[in-house]
């Protein structure tokens, strides 16, 4: 594999640690607080704005809605890649990443620590607020773009952060409206997957939002030493499922890659696999709210029922109920959302969940290639259950940066199983 990301896939204590040596790890920090210091300036300074006429007017609440939904966006991944899962009982003690909402630069010099990490409680209280607020900032201008925020895109991701808080009732509520403005797409009415008939393209009426880069096209190609997907996932799609075709095996190394999900090559990677916002989620996550709840399963069978109708030939409709309709919900949002960058948030949220908790063991074989592409050796690693693995380190210039640096999070050295 690929020794650039040798540290983030087998879980070492220092993720940037590519066997060669170290990279920079604040890479992913620095970026996304930069982005929310221009979000803090933009939204004070539209603020200050003289608005005269409705074009103004309409342009103000576009601009504040997307700042609100992105800076929302932005603290939901910094709290899960920095942070524990958040968890109902421990939220209010357990620490995330400093919360700036602010474009001042703040210095106290009688202080040793100038930034503080927030509690996770506090961290989403304000990605909630944000959300909300972007709804209504987008109530007063509707224009929706597939790359930037709108309404949708704002109810879709409150929805998601309610099931990380297990607010189900919440999250139900706050999804319900889009059910009758988005619509799934078929694909048992069209064509088998292939090069010229991808599964998601910037014209898939599913898409709601996408935003970023596109990672697989140059990682999940099943060549030696890229990535490929494992034989798990590969396994859990009945023959009918037309999911199945985004994969194919690899002639050269019989591995298997991820070819038609995405349209892959320069200048055509036009739908994020990094952040993407698409009506498959909205029903999955509807039918994992009503699960959840306990007491409206014909609601949550209904919304996963419509969405395989559209997925798998000659479906027949399913009825299940308790922990066993909550286990196909997960295993059809792998299924159906998998490089799409889920499953790491999901994992880690489910294994918190007071309801129906889910827990596992990972085991990852890395293997290593000279500069020839020749094999070397492959090595086993394994992330336990409840692993702080799970929760990335605080960069070191971060900590570095006070005289009293904000705690940082444990992470064990993670060496391979004896072969």
């Not at 524990?84 to 202080?111: C, F, M, Q, W």
């Not at 304000?126 to 987008?138: T, V, Y």
């Not at 997925?311 to 009825?319: E, G, K, L, S």
């Not at 492959?378 to 210039?397: G, Q, R, S």
Request: net charge negative.
């Amino acid at each position: 594999m690929n020794k650039t990301l040798f540290g983030y896939t087998t879980w070492q204590r220092d993720i940037t640690n590519t066997e060669l040596g170290s990279s920079d790890d604040q890479t992913t920090w620095v970026d996304l607080y930069k982005r929310i210091a221009v979000i803090n300036s933009t939204l004070e300074e539209i603020d200050r704005l003289d608005l005269k006429t409705d074009q103004e007017k309409a342009d103000y609440y576009r601009v504040k809605g997307e700042s609100l939904f992105l800076r929302g966006q932005f603290y939901l991944i910094l709290a899960n890649l920095y942070g524990k899962p958040y968890n109902p009982r421990t939220a209010s003690s357990d620490l995330g990443v400093p919360l700036k909402i602010t474009s001042g630069v703040e210095h106290d010099k009688d202080k040793d620590t100038q930034f503080e990490r927030a509690t996770l409680d506090k961290i989403y209280s304000q990605i909630e607020s944000d959300l909300l607020a972007s709804l209504e900032a987008f109530s007063h201008s509707s224009k929706h773009v597939l790359y930037r925020a709108s309404e949708k895109a704002s109810r879709l991701l409150l929805g998601r952060v309610y099931l990380h808080m297990q607010e189900w009732e919440n999250a139900k509520n706050i999804l319900e409206p889009l059910f009758g403005n988005i619509a799934l797409s078929s694909l048992v009415a069209g064509d088998t997957l292939s090069e010229d008939n991808r599964f998601l393209n910037e014209d898939n009426t599913e898409l709601i939002f996408s935003q970023n880069s596109q990672f697989s096209q140059v990682c999940w190609t099943g060549n030696a030493p890229e990535f490929c997907v494992s034989r798990e996932l590969y396994n859990l799609y009945d023959e009918n499922d037309r999911r199945k075709g985004c994969f194919k095996k690899n002639v050269d190394t019989d591995s298997l890659a991820l070819l038609y999900k995405y349209n892959t090559g320069n200048y055509q990677a036009r739908v994020s696999d990094v952040l993407m916002l698409r009506a498959a989620e909205a029903y999955l996550n509807m039918a994992e709210a009503c699960a959840m709840l306990g007491t409206d399963d014909a609601t949550a069978n209904k919304y996963l029922n419509e969405l395989l109708r559209n997925r798998i030939v000659d479906y027949q409709d399913q009825t299940y109920t308790g922990e066993e309709l909550v286990k196909q919900i997960r295993i059809e949002r792998r299924k159906e959302l998998c490089f799409e960058g889920h499953r790491w948030f999901d994992l880690r949220r489910y294994s918190v969940c007071e309801k129906y908790p889910y827990k596992k063991k990972i085991y990852r074989q890395f293997s290593f290639y000279n500069s020839a592409n020749v094999l070397e050796r492959t090595a086993t690693y394994v992330l336990e259950e409840d692993d702080p693995a799970y929760v990335f380190a605080i960069p070191k210039n971060v900590l570095e940066f006070d005289t009293k640096p904000m705690p940082d999070n444990q992470r064990p050295e993670r060496i391979p199983l004896e072969q």
